[in-house]
């Protein structure tokens, strides 16, 4: 139990500290999540001396999270009590953490039984231990529902699963966690961490449009880890993507970011973690866990680049250090993305519609973001935006024709991806335009573009046929702005169609959206130059090349290649200067005429090129700078 003596001191030492103080970060704080088994380890009080020490010797730390439960174990009162008054006295902020899970099944994870009077009797009791030893209390990812035991089906009824576990998570968040924690301790700020894997919540628990209200915070997981040998394949961007969509779900009540070391072949994909959710400007940054920060940093994997000049550099992170470790790469990471973090604005980006329990074309978002395109993902239909995005997730809405209607009426531009034609095929659409879903594929490594009638203009070809759905349309009614060629007859991947003041566009991905990194960067280009309509800045370049822009003419480009990349920036506006944040290198911007294949009436022309390089792995931020005249093309 707290005694009295104990809240002053943390009372003290709570004062005594803030993020923009000697020996924090400045744009960011940084914590560290303790699980139980290594808390429960500290009884030996010198490893506990050992550990700090040597994560602290190469690590920044303004928190720590001590977690009470996991796997059914509790800590006792003394071992909570005896690492928090550790923490206090060298100046760390302290919060509980707990993680409802129940041990694993062979590697897969396994949630209470929230129908079980038992469990939820050990639940509340966690609950209660947890605020009475802690202000702040974080539940790791495994607040979810993956039981279907006997009491499941009596208690589920005729209900779906879906609708049967979002309202048991969403009674055991409010009744379980909130109010037990609440009742020993007023103050308690009861925070729910939602993992990196949102677009399967609606079906297994995690409810995004109601617990963010139940809970007083939320967090955000940006574990992307290796997209490649990890069941979900979840891609580098979304450790971006994400913190910016659940700050729209819970404007300024998002607390943070947070990675972990596990499954990646490479430091500089820990790196890379780290980056994107700060660059996201996430409030703080949690490293998950203790132990790992405190074993030797691995440097492997990485020989085909070492030689670049990358942005994670081992020479300079392991520089004075003797015995390197996860916690030297997570402080190199941190001090460098702190250095510029402050020059940049609010993040922007497309604005695409993601309604409350979707899915659908999953995880699609990020692989747009991983050829270029800067997503911004809103839980409520963007009527602001003068262009939406919508993906297949979009069928989730009942309204959504009428509201897609709607923006067209305003003069505006809706791009609907074909899962969505598909899903909505026979649902109104039709009544904006006759363009239709067929269940024929085709093959294809041959593209063209255009705008009207005659001739379309080749497009570089890609290595390897790609797989896409056919769709059908009205000539004349609809416009091929992109098109694939096979064997001698054409396909839309990029359809027009006017209706009101507004242009509804049809883009058609390929079966296996990681198809969209192997279309040839002319390709592309042709697509966004009407999805990108009207940005400020879009990236003209290889697949796996990001784009981070901000409202303060600031952006980052982000390599994720093992290979250096060359790649162009397109600015609106008249003649600029860019400066390199990192670097201090200033780039001189070229007035480029339009490609034969832009034939629209939004010309490039009044768009400024840039001309960049990236080294594997690495990272450019880049401030335009308005007090310098571009040469034209035409005079060099």
Not at 316 to 328: G, K, R, V
Not at 577 to 590: A, D, P, Q, T
Request: charged share 20%; hydrophobic share 40%; proline share 5%.
């Amino acid at each position: 139990m707290k005694t009295k003596s104990t809240c002053l001191l943390a009372l003290a030492l709570l004062c005594a500290r803030s993020p923009g103080m000697a020996g924090s970060y400045t744009n960011f704080t940084v914590a560290v999540y303790i699980p139980i088994n290594v808390v429960q380890s500290f009884d030996n009080p010198d490893k506990l001396k050992r550990d700090w020490d040597c994560i602290r010797s190469q690590l920044k730390v303004d928190k720590v999270y001590i977690e009470v439960q996991r796997d059914r174990r509790l800590l006792t009162d003394q071992q909570a009590e005896r690492a928090t008054q550790f923490f206090l006295s060298h100046g760390v902020r302290v919060a509980g953490g707990m993680a409802l899970s129940d041990g694993s099944i062979g590697g897969q994870f396994q949630s209470f039984c929230y129908t079980d009077p038992d469990d939820r009797a050990f639940i509340k009791n966690a609950a209660e231990f947890a605020a009475r030893h802690f202000d702040e209390v974080i539940q790791d990812d495994f607040f979810f529902v993956s039981t279907k035991n006997d009491s499941d089906i009596a208690a589920k009824g005729t209900r779906s699963w879906a609708q049967f576990r979002k309202e048991l998570t969403d009674d055991a968040a409010e009744n379980l966690l909130v109010k037990p924690a609440r009742s020993v301790n007023p103050r308690v700020k009861m925070v729910i961490k939602f993992p990196n894997w949102y677009e399967h919540f609606a079906g297994s628990g995690y409810d995004l449009e109601r617990e963010p209200h139940i809970f007083d915070g939320i967090y955000t997981g940006t574990e992307t880890r290796d997209p490649v040998m990890t069941d979900q394949h979840l891609q580098q961007y979304e450790s971006f993507e994400i913190v910016r969509y659940f700050d729209n779900i819970a404007p300024n009540r998002n607390g943070g970011g947070w990675v972990d070391t596990y499954s990646i072949n490479y430091p500089d994909r820990y790196a890379e973690q780290i980056w994107d959710t700060l660059f996201a400007k996430a409030h703080e940054l949690t490293l998950f866990e203790w132990s790992a920060l405190t074993q030797p940093m691995e440097t492997g994997g990485r020989e085909s680049w070492q030689q670049f000049p990358t942005s994670f550099s081992i020479s300079e992170a392991t520089n004075d250090i003797a015995s390197p470790t996860w916690a030297c790469a997570a402080n190199y990471s941190l001090r460098k993305a702190d250095a510029f973090l402050g020059q940049l604005g609010r993040p922007i980006g497309i604005a695409s519609y993601k309604p409350f329990h979707s899915s659908g074309e999953d995880f699609l978002h990020n692989y747009l973001g991983m050829i270029g395109i800067p997503i911004d993902v809103q839980p409520e239909f963007p009527t602001n935006a003068g262009v939406v995005l919508l993906t297949e997730c979009a069928k989730f809405d009942p309204e959504i024709v009428e509201k897609i209607k709607g923006q067209l009426r305003a003069g505006k531009s809706v791009v609907i991806t074909s899962g969505l034609l598909h899903a909505l095929q026979n649902s109104g659409l039709e009544d904006i335009a006759d363009i239709r879903w067929t269940d024929r594929k085709f093959l294809t490594h041959k593209y063209g573009g255009g705008f009207g009638s005659g001739n379309f203009s080749n497009l570089e070809p890609s290595t390897n046929d790609l797989l896409f759905p056919e769709i059908d349309f009205l000539t004349n009614d609809s416009w091929a702005l992109v098109r694939a060629e096979a064997n001698g007859n054409s396909f839309p991947l990029l359809l027009m169609n006017r209706y009101s003041k507004g242009v509804l566009y049809v883009w058609t991905m390929p079966d296996n959206f990681n198809d969209l990194y192997s279309l040839p960067p002319e390709v592309t280009d042709a697509i966004k130059n009407h999805v990108m309509r009207g940005f400020p800045v879009w990236l003209s370049g290889p697949a796996k090349v990001a784009l981070f822009a901000y409202d303060n003419d600031t952006f980052i480009v982000e390599n994720y290649l093992a290979t250096p990349a060359e790649a162009t920036v397109w600015t609106l506006g008249s003649s600029t200067r860019l400066k390199n944040l990192v670097s201090g290198e200033k780039l001189e911007g070229i007035l480029q005429p339009p490609h034969s294949w832009n034939w629209s009436n939004q010309s490039l022309k009044d768009r400024v090129a840039f001309k960049v390089h990236l080294a594997p792995h690495s990272y450019g931020v880049f401030a335009l700078e308005n007090d310098h005249a571009v040469a034209s093309m035409t005079d060099h």
